[in-house]
Nanobody, 122 residues
Framework: VQLQASGGGVVQAGGSLRLSCAAS????????LGWFRQAPGKEREFVAA????????YGADSVKGRFTISRDSAKNTVYLQMSNLKPEDTAVYYC????????????????WGQGTLVTVSS
């Protein structure tokens, strides 16, 4: 499975961005996709994930209400709509893939995308 992430860039605080992650290869008919981020000098952090049927889960409280995850199964693509961005959202954002209909936080990610950089200026 290959994951191609895109949509990162530089945005001012309060702005919005939409990240995309397209999956290709042997994805199977049942899989979950998630977003993680890693800020400089920090560990990778879970942001959000979405299962086959659209059931979603979010990580840090700091993104709840500002970030929305969605997917287009016909395109094998997951999106992360980020609004009201803050400088602390600056990070490389990675998408991850699990061979499962729902996302399990206790299971390892099977495949990772290459990451897309989001920079939020104050």
């Amino acid at each position: 499975v290959q994951l191609q992430a895109s949509g990162g860039g530089v945005v001012q605080a309060g702005g919005s961005l939409r990240l995309s992650c397209a999956a290709s290869g042997r994805t199977s008919s049942s899989y979950a996709l998630g977003w993680f981020r890693q800020a400089p000098g920090k560990e990778r952090e879970f942001v959000a994930a979405i299962g086959r049927n659209g059931d979603s889960t979010y990580g840090a409280d700091s993104v709840k209400g500002r970030f929305t995850i969605s997917r287009d199964s016909a395109k094998n693509t997951v999106y992360l709509q980020m609004s009201n961005l803050k400088p602390e959202d600056t990070a490389v954002y990675y998408c991850g893939f699990q061979y499962s209909g729902i996302w399990y936080s206790t299971r390892p990610v099977s495949f990772w995308g290459q990451g897309t950089l989001v920079t939020v200026s104050s």
